[in-house]
């Protein structure tokens, strides 16, 4: 097994890991690179190698800046099978449509006010290219050994970081290799905690945060029950910014449990997001399907 890191190197978006055997190559990942516009305009370079050479992409989770570039890729040629859980296909349908029409929008922005070098500016990809991308996923169970590559079998595992994530693990018989994708915290509140890894030859892990400590939960929460206790009792509204994939999941069950709990005062709540509404209806489903990822 050969590794080439195509993305998320010396940033932390667009990752993409290339696994090439004798026999097939597999992307790890492949997200599109997000934050300033140097990083950006990576998504418009040429694939390192030709779309149509990957043998197949296995995909550890649903956001943006891990498989937000497979539009362009099956545009460009990629015709092989994308391996992720179910819920991953789930939420990952609803991101890459988001995202398709937000490509869209931005490039009929940038005509309209001009501000593009291109006198036609055009999206990175379009509603088509999503809607090829999603019908390409094929949905593994986690603990369920799959063909990868033809010598190569692989396994989904829970991560803990959003519903569906997957640390995913990769054998030849011989050496093993281990991706963590992005972990999530042990004391996730809808969650159950990652799973310990297999034994491995190699290990390729996320560290976005590896430099840092998360602040104790339990006293942001009690922050966040206070301003909105003092917001509310002089009349005023809470306007609370959250992504839509897991935060605003996990921010309505710690509003709910505040309240429950008296406290912040009993006051309606509103997600006015289409976005993490759809999103909300496949946690919904999990919850009620008794889903092995949900904690209980």
Not at 2 to 20: I, M, R
Not at 153 to 163: E, K, S, V
Request: proline letters at 6%; aromatic letters at 6%; charged letters at 25%.
């Amino acid at each position: 097994m050969f590794l080439t890191f195509l993305g998320a190197n010396e940033t932390v978006t667009g990752s993409k890991t290339l696994l090439e055997t004798a026999r097939g190559r597999l992307l790890v990942d492949c997200g599109l690179f997000q934050g300033t516009r140097d990083l950006r305009l990576r998504n418009w370079k040429s694939f390192p190698i030709p779309p149509n050479e990957i043998t197949a992409v296995a995909l550890s989770h649903a956001h943006l800046d891990h498989c937000g570039y497979l539009p362009a890729l099956t545009r460009d040629g990629f015709e092989g099978p994308i391996f992720c859980t179910p819920n991953t296909a789930a939420l990952a349908a609803i991101v890459l449509r988001d995202s398709a029409r937000l490509q869209e929008e931005d490039a009929e922005f940038a005509r309209r006010k001009g501000f593009s070098k291109h006198a036609e500016p055009r999206a990175l990809y379009g509603p088509g290219d999503a809607e090829r991308a999603i019908a390409m996923f094929r949905p593994i169970e986690f603990g369920a050994d799959f063909t990868a590559l033809t010598d190569i079998t692989g396994r989904f595992d829970p991560a803990g970081h959003i519903l569906g994530s997957s640390i995913i693990t990769l054998t030849d018989g011989t050496k093993t290799v281990v991706f963590s994708g992005d972990l999530g915290r042990s004391s996730h509140p809808l969650l159950i905690a990652p799973a310990a890894p297999s034994a491995a030859d190699a290990i390729v892990i996320e560290s976005t945060y590896g430099n840092r400590e998360h602040p104790d939960f339990d006293a942001e929460l009690e922050a966040m029950a206070a301003a909105i206790t003092r917001t509310i009792k002089r009349g005023g509204t809470v306007v609370i910014p959250a992504f839509a994939v897991d935060r605003t999941e996990v921010l309505l069950k710690a509003l709910h449990d505040l309240q429950d709990t008296q406290r912040i005062p009993r006051v309606p709540i509103h997600v006015d997001s289409p976005m993490a509404l759809a999103v909300m209806r496949v946690y919904r489903a999990a919850i009620v399907d008794r889903d092995p990822e949900i904690r209980t």
